[in-house]
């Protein structure tokens, strides 16, 4: 079965910094790979998509990059604030969804910017 | 527009007694999921819904679990007999897309359950 990878300890960084978050997966590559937000105590928000054949996505100071031969997937935050502060979920579609959508979640990383 | 709803926000049950949770997706939104949240983890998919009909449950436990979709819009979970491993965050999403669609999913605020 598909097994994601995202860094388990928080990452901590001062503020203005660029924040690098990391989802590793392995067995069968992705046609595509979400990323969502989630504050304590909310279901998680959807941030960025990119497929399979594209290599960068960006939105705003979010990057995504998608590396089909390293199956990784980076999620950079420039300029980072206080307010990014959250765990940041990496989820990979299914290839058993029939077509429909399913996803798979990874554990998440928790993200710390320190004023 | 109006984001997904779920109710109630917190439960607290004894093991082996039944509890049920709702769901009311974003107007329009063709498909409905639930997930279970383990403190830590991400979420798991426990069943699928594409207006009302089931596209997965594989990792529903089906001994335990149910869950409905009456006319294609709200849904329910319910968990009877609950088990202390239940303990988790049970979150509802909806989206637009049908098959072969590649949408983001709308996460409701979730459901902590307690089983003590």
């Known amino acids: 079965s598909q097994k994601i990878e995202q860094n388990s300890e928080a990452l901590n960084i001062q503020e203005g910094k660029t924040a690098t978050l990391t989802c590793n997966y392995t067995?069968?590559?992705?046609?595509?790979l979400q990323w969502y937000r989630q504050d304590p105590g909310r279901g998680p928000v959807f941030l960025l998509l990119?497929?399979?054949?594209?290599k960068e996505k960006r939105k705003e100071r979010l990057k995504v990059t998608f590396d089909t031969t390293l199956k990784q997937s980076l999620f950079h935050i420039t300029a980072s604030q206080p307010a990014d502060s959250a765990t940041y979920l990496c989820?990979?579609?299914?290839?058993?969804?029939?077509?429909?959508?399913?996803?798979?979640f990874g554990a998440g990383t928790r993200l710390a910017v320190h004023p | 527009e109006a984001g997904v709803a779920q109710s109630p926000r917190y439960k607290i049950i004894e093991k082996r007694q039944s509890v049920a949770f709702w769901c009311n997706p974003i107007?329009?939104?063709?498909?409905l999921y639930w997930y279970q949240q383990i403190l830590g983890q991400g979420p798991k998919l426990l069943i699928q819904?594409?207006?009302?009909?089931?596209?997965?449950d594989s990792q529903l436990p089906k001994d335990r679990f149910s869950a409905e979709r009456l006319k294609g819009v709200d849904s329910t979970l319910k968990i009877q007999p609950a088990k202390l491993e239940d303990s988790a965050v049970y979150l509802c999403?909806?989206?637009?897309?049908?098959?072969?669609?590649?949408?983001?999913?709308?996460f409701g605020p979730g459901t902590r359950l307690t089983v003590l």
């Open positions: 999403a909806s989206s637009l897309g049908g098959a072969g669609m590649v949408t983001e999913q709308f």
């Open positions: 067995n069968y590559s992705p046609a595509y």
């Open positions: 990119i497929r399979e054949n594209e």
């Open positions: 989820a990979l579609d299914s290839p058993f969804s029939g077509g429909y959508n399913k996803l798979i």
């Open positions: 107007s329009g939104h063709a498909t």
């Open positions: 819904f594409q207006n009302n009909g089931v596209v997965d």
